[in-house]
């Protein structure tokens, strides 16, 4: 399994105005771009077959990478006249091996050998990729049963998986998808039971797609 899509159309409405010129991936976090860490990531781990699906300003992010050759890589282009969705452009993807699917938003450390021999072993249609987040609530969490006082929880801490936005997808699961465009998600509920492999990651995840997340991550890598 070597080939990589990555998903780097979308507007990033949550960012304007600062994505009004500049596209999203094309934020800057640290030296780099944010769509620059991530294909770094997969080339050190040997992932060099890649694929960007452009809509907004792709002319922009076309002209960085070029044909990858600068960063270590293959780069391909699929640009959307009209956007696809986070799963329509799978659609368009040639056949062949399974495909790591990764927003263009999101930094993390994966291992992606072990994330391709996890959805391998588990014989599934697709992989999820989820990370840990947690919220603490800042009230005291009531419970109650019958109209009675069962708890009283003190701003508890909750814990929950989420979607990191990195998937692996069989060929096979096309079969499966709706209409584009559609968001990958969509793609993954329409499986059979039981066809979606689970992958934690247990090293930091953080999405973009919001102001302070890109604060935080500019902050952790100015230290």
């Known amino acids: 399994m070597t080939r990589v899509l990555i998903m780097a159309g979308g507007k990033g409405l949550r960012l304007h105005p600062i994505t009004c010129k500049t596209p999203k991936p094309m934020l800057r976090v640290g030296a780099k771009p944010i769509i620059r860490t991530i294909v770094d990531g997969f080339v050190s781990q040997g992932f060099t077959d890649i694929t960007l699906a452009l809509n907004y300003k792709a002319e922009l992010i076309q002209e960085y990478f070029g044909d990858g050759s600068g960063c270590g890589a293959s780069i391909r282009y699929l640009v959307e006249d009209e956007p696809q969705g986070t799963g329509g452009a799978l659609l368009f993807m040639p056949e062949g091996?399974?495909?790591?699917?990764s927003n263009a938003d999101v930094l993390t450390k994966?291992?992606?050998?072990?994330?391709?021999?996890s959805h391998e072993q588990s014989g599934c249609l697709a992989t999820l990729c989820v990370a840990l987040h947690q919220q603490q609530i800042h009230f005291g969490v009531v419970s109650s049963e019958n109209d009675r006082l069962v708890e009283i929880r003190e701003k508890p801490i909750e814990s929950f998986?989420?979607?990191?936005?990195?998937?692996?997808v069989s060929p096979g699961a096309s079969a499966y998808a709706p209409a584009p465009p559609f968001p990958i998600t969509d793609l993954l509920m329409a499986l059979p039971p039981r066809a979606v492999n689970i992958f934690?990651?247990?090293?930091?995840?953080?999405?973009?797609?919001?102001?302070?997340?890109?604060?935080?991550?500019?902050a952790m890598v100015a230290e």
Not at 110 to 117: E, G, P, T
């Open 161 to 168: 998986h989420v979607n990191a936005g990195i998937y692996v």
């Open 200 to 218: 934690p990651i247990e090293d930091y995840w953080l999405d973009l797609g919001r102001f302070e997340d890109l604060g935080r991550a500019v």
């Open 110 to 117: 994966v291992d992606y050998q072990a994330l391709a021999k």
């Open 97 to 101: 091996d399974p495909i790591i699917v």
